[in-house]
T-cell receptor, first 115, second 113 residues
Framework: EAGVTQFPSHSVIEKGQTVTLRCDPI?????LYWYRRVMGKEIKFLLH????????ESGMPNNRFLAERTGGTYSTLKVQPAELEDSGVYFC?????????????FGQGTRLTVV | GDSVTQMEGPVTLSEEAFLTINCTYT??????LFWYVQYPGEGLQLLLK?????DKGSNKGFEATYRKETTSFHLEKGSVQVSDSAVYFC????????????FGAGTRLAVHP
């Protein structure tokens, strides 16, 4: 069984550009989460999808970030325009169990560097 | 708000040394507690968990005991191996069906032969 897959593994962009990160969850997992680790600090929750609906987006830092999950399958996280402080590692996780991340499986992350 | 505090790294040990990575938390109610590990080039993996006070989580020789009186969940291993080199994250999930994990900053462990 394939795990959670994230693309790209690493992205370097200039300040002001746009970047789109993609997450393919484990097949059949309705719950999809995005987290971010900035500058070696703690990993912080960004948002939670249940199928195609945003269940909780309280962790999204500002309106430069847009997450979508069309059709309830893969998800994208777009940053537009990117700022220097957006650099970090973006993790995606998915789980079958609703309302709890205990069984969540994480992807390897996308390292975003904004220069 | 809820938070997790881990000891800063990096922690550098020789093979077969004893490992302790401290973790304390602040949370409302009775959270579940976790240790995740990230090996180089891989995603986060759940290492162990404990869901109530005095529970001991264990896996791959690692152990952690949920101490409510000290709000701690320290990770221990009696004899580390080079293959244990990774970043370790302590995390909590609030009770009541909350859907998000709250992580500590992570502790990098480097084990040398």
């Amino acid at each position: 069984e394939a795990g959670v897959t994230q693309f790209p593994s690493h992205s370097v962009i200039e300040k002001g550009q746009t970047v789109t990160l993609r997450c393919d969850p484990i097949s059949g997992h309705d719950n999809l989460y995005w987290y971010r680790r900035v500058m070696g600090k703690e990993i912080k929750f960004l948002l939670h999808f249940v199928k195609e609906s945003k269940q909780d987006e309280s962790g999204m830092p500002n309106n430069r970030f847009l997450a979508e999950r069309t059709g309830g399958t893969y998800s994208t996280l777009k940053v537009q325009p990117a700022e220097l402080e957006d650099s970090g590692v973006y993790f995606c996780a998915s789980s079958q169990d609703p309302g709890t991340p205990i069984g969540a499986f994480f992807g390897q992350g996308t390292r975003l560097t904004v220069v | 708000g809820d938070s997790v505090t881990q000891m800063e790294g990096p922690v550098t040990l020789s093979e077969e040394a004893f490992l302790t990575i401290n973790c304390t938390y602040t949370a409302t109610g009775y959270p579940s507690l976790f240790w995740y590990v990230q090996y180089p080039g891989e995603g986060l993996q759940l290492l162990l968990k404990a869901t109530k006070a005095d529970d001991k989580g264990s896996n791959k020789g690692f152990e952690a005991t949920y101490r409510k009186e000290t709000t701690s969940f320290h990770l221990e291993k009696g004899s580390v191996q080079v293959s244990d080199s990774a970043v370790y994250f302590c995390a909590l999930n609030r009770s009541g069906g909350y859907n998000k994990l709250i992580f500590g900053a992570g502790t990098r462990l480097a084990v040398h032969p």
